[in-house]
């Protein structure tokens, strides 16, 4: 399920983007990833989406390697400036395959899906705490 988030600023590298998003009429914000296909640029400021832009998708969560079982309060950091590098204690959902699952992530209504790297266990714990990237589906094109 999608989400519409502004564009709070954003950055370019090839077809890479970082953005500063804001989870619409909320004041939770993310740094998160994601590629513009049709726009390449050298190391800058992108031109098809700006700083003010609205811009759908959904949240996931990508390239957890590490994970483990956690008795903390939900929350995530993202400690890095400018970088979707995320830190997170959630809540499993529900697992899709042997490499993915849905969780609940603090303050965000729409279940995110995890992405790991290695095949993950047919146990897991109901709340987990893991590292990966957070990244953007776009659906608005």
């Known amino acids: ?13 090839g077809y890479e983007r970082v953005a500063h998003i804001r989870y619409m009429n909320s004041t939770i914000d993310f740094f998160a990833g994601f590629l513009e296909y049709d726009e390449y640029i050298e190391t800058g400021k992108s031109t098809k989406r700006k700083k003010g ?10 390239l957890v390697r590490d994970f483990g079982s956690s008795d903390e309060q939900l929350s995530y ?15 499993v959902k529900n697992v899709i395959d042997r490499f993915s699952l849905n969780v609940f992530l603090r303050d965000y209504d729409t279940p ?9 266990p047919e146990q897991l714990p109901l ?13 608005d094109g």
């Open 1 to 13: 399920m999608s989400a519409v988030f502004l564009i709070l600023n954003i950055w370019a590298d």
């Open 112 to 120: 995110v899906t995890v992405e790991f790297e290695k095949q993950i």
């Open 77 to 91: 950091y993202q400690n890095i400036p400018h970088s979707p590098h995320i830190e997170a204690v959630v809540d």
């Open 127 to 139: 709340r987990m705490k893991l590292c990966g990237e957070l990244r953007l589906d776009i659906v």
């Open 53 to 62: 832009d609205k811009i759908e998708g959904s949240l996931k969560i990508e």
